[in-house]
């Protein structure tokens, strides 16, 4: 199945130059929810200490105020940006009073649409058009599924790597589009076998009841206050989560033949409008409902497990940036916070998902049909309802395949990769890694789900105590770090920067968000 991928790797080991495999670039993101003492989700602003949510590189917040998300720059080992992740949580720790940074994906004791706030980001044109879309987001899916938590792993391969592939492939196309083609071809394969992030990481087989806000389920009851899947690996991922429905019944799905086709379709999607969206109003009574009546709004509402990332400069939308300077990292996007972790991700996650991408880079990735799309789609509903669930059979190219033998298949062929990446490691840190997740395969009930629930029986508990109890243990992980005055100085004065930086852009401003809006988009025409 996998004899192409091995004969590329062995092809370009024969160059001499193996070691350009390492060395990528790995970025880290996480989202946590502040909640107050008893778990509820908290209503105080984002702490000004933290600085300006709209311009801090490092801290900032998604769809709610209360959802702080957490980024890393671009490191050169997963240790580094794992380490730079707990250090930004150490920090908001240490500025944060009688509050918690939830431990869990899914959120608990929910009281209701409503008492989830809105993210703020100041009086700017830039700031207001976050908000507004958020605002919208609230009204299209409601807010309740808006702070799901999750992690999200970026990673680029090194510039010094690209030549010397192209080459080694005979391609003569101009250097960024032969990195951006190849980017495709790696975002391809993590879609076919995506079902196997949620397998080995899937941190979500329960939610609170609240959760749910009365609407009826197929999982089954655990608890007075909790549901739950037996086989259950990542409710998050599963339509219960964040998914863009909708969109599909408006007949759009984004097409990941190519760059092109991708911006094409992203594009078309962003420009048509959407008569149930047209019938929520835009602007009422003086207000932006949402940024308009499309399919989506922006780029960022396509809900996808994985992203072609480019960085926008300026005001630059998305797909623009994308189809000027081609892509630049991948950003994997279906990993559940890790409960067991404090800082949410693991250094040996990282070298997994590294060696994957080494793997799903390097492996055949024609275009997905029709057929396959549901396949993908069919593959990953049933992992993340019942992965763990003794014999579960997946689709492969129209015939059945067992979970177990597939996921078996892909890491026997990733055993090479990652002898690559361990050149130079010590103990061998990259095979480590990826015999930790074998192990995982070969026996479901070691999977972070099939713990979860364990813990959960063996302390008589639900969903929420459990969640609740790993929070407070993650506190006192974080309050009892150290770190040097200069690091704090640093993390300080980042934070009166962003604040200095958002007057900056409000005192700028000089049309009306009407205007701001109209130019904004006019960049698709």
Known sequence: MYSHTKQRLNEFIATGRPKLLQGGLTGLEKESLRVGPYGSIAQTPHPAALGSALTHPWITTDYSEALLEFITPPLG???EAVRYLRDLQHFVYLNMDQELLWSSSMPCVVPGEESIPLAQYGMSNSGLMKTVYRRGLGYRYGRVMQVIAGAHYNYSFPQAFWPVYQQLQGDRQPLQDFISDNYFRLIRNLQRIGWLIPYLFGSSPAVCKSFLVGKPTKLQ????????????TSLRMCDIGYQNTHEEDAGFKANYDSLDAYVDSLAAAISTSCPRYEEMGVKVDGEYRQLNSNILQIENEYYSSVRPKQIPEDNEMPTLALQRRGVRYVELRSLDINMFDPQGISTAQCRFLETL???????????????????I??????????????GLVLQRQGKDISLKRWA?????????????????EPDNAYQQALQQQVELID????????????K????????????QRMSLQHQQYFLQQEHTAEQFKNFTDTARQSLADQQSIEAADNISFDEFLKRYFAQTL
């Open 357 to 375: 991408m080494a793997f799903c880079l390097l492996q055949d990735s024609p275009v997905i049909s029709s057929l396959e799309r549901k396949e």
């Open 456 to 467: 959960m029986a063996e302390h008589n508990e639900g969903y929420f105590k459990f969640a």
């Open 77 to 79: 080992k997963p240790a």
């Open 221 to 232: 009851e655990y608890n007075d206050d909790s549901y739950y899947g037996p086989y259950a």
């Open 377 to 390: 789609d069919s593959n990953l509903s049933a992992v993340c309802y019942r992965g763990r669930e003794p």
């Open 443 to 454: 026996n479901p009930d070691k999977t972070p789900a099939a713990r979860i629930l364990e």
């Open 408 to 424: 078996g298949e892909i890491c026997e062929a990733m055993s090479s990769f990652a002898s690559v990446l361990d050149q130079d």
